[in-house]
């Protein structure tokens, strides 16, 4: 990845949790048959933690006392904290909270422990991490938070940053393969999310199974690859470049706007919204309506954590203390 990824990797981050916001959005229209929000659930989360294992190669050098101690107060405080205001204020049920409330934070918490601790074996990283993800694909209920899904995706991060000079000589050659599967696999319908990609899934459908992996992978690489191309053909020109840095901004936000997203659409506006009539269309509330009311909803939510960053108690609680 070249000197622009900052600049565009932030764009992607931008895209992932608008890709949230708008999947989160579709719980308003329960009786729409969406064509698009299963594609948005076949990549969105691996597309997260990709690039969460993609950063990860500093703090996992940490010792695993300070990683635990770093990645506690960044991740578990605005877990305890969103679940108790989720309980208390918004009267969620407990045991449906303390599971699901945030949960993507407790993926990446565990991801991270389970990556230093292989990291600590005296074998080659490659190796224990495969044999890591194996192992984690046994525990009872491992895809309960989707652990065993996404650490492969984790683990695939830290790998495309250890190696990025040979991924950067075939990374347009992995991006068309990637889209052609992707596309691929959006005509068959296999973007269609399974409850639970586990060893149980593997042993009794493993073609199913490595079709869930690599839609993952392959939808990340595509969003990757196109938010670049952006970047390198119109990252130049002046309007363009104002809008991709307006968005590569809010990219920057990713932890706070997926805590506030946690209240405003999740808890609040899907709750008590519901879109029982199709707007003018099925196509037009699929395509158009819930996608346009995603991105507002993400830009306010931004709006929010801008306002509400400064006050010391709210960035150390709900926001990981971000600065």
Known sequence: MGKD?????????FVAILLVCIGHCYVMSPNLESSIRPIIYSFHMPLFMLLCGYFSPHSLEFSIRTLVVKKGKQLLIPVVSCTILT???????????????????????????????????????????????????FIPFGGTLMINFLYFYFCMGYLIHKYQNAFQAYKFFLFCISLFFFSLSICMNWTVPCDKVDINLLINSPMTFFIQIFVGLSGAIVV????????????????????????SIIGRYT??????????????????????????????TDFIFIPLIGFVLCLICY?????????????????????
């Open 5 to 13: 990824r900052i600049a565009y990797l932030d764009l992607v981050k």
């Open 87 to 137: 309980i208390v204020l918004v009267g969620g049920e407990l045991r449906e909270e303390l599971i699901g409330c945030v949960w993507f934070f407790k993926t990446l918490f565990v991801c991270y422990l389970i990556a230093k601790v292989t990291k600590c074996v005296k074998i080659p990283i490659e190796i224990t991490f495969l044999l890591s993800w194996v192992v984690l694909l």
């Open 224 to 247: 990757i690859g196109i938010c670049e191309l952006i970047y390198k053909f119109f990252g130049k020109k002046r309007i363009a470049e104002n809008i991709l840095s307006k968005l």
């Open 255 to 284: 932890l706070g706007i997926y805590v506030v997203q946690t209240f405003i659409i999740e808890r609040s506006v899907t709750k008590y919204i519901k879109l029982n009539e199709v707007i003018i269309s099925s196509t037009f």
């Open 303 to 323: 709006y929010i954590v801008c306002l509400t960053q400064p006050i010391k108690i709210i960035n150390i609680l709900f926001y990981g203390n971000q600065q």
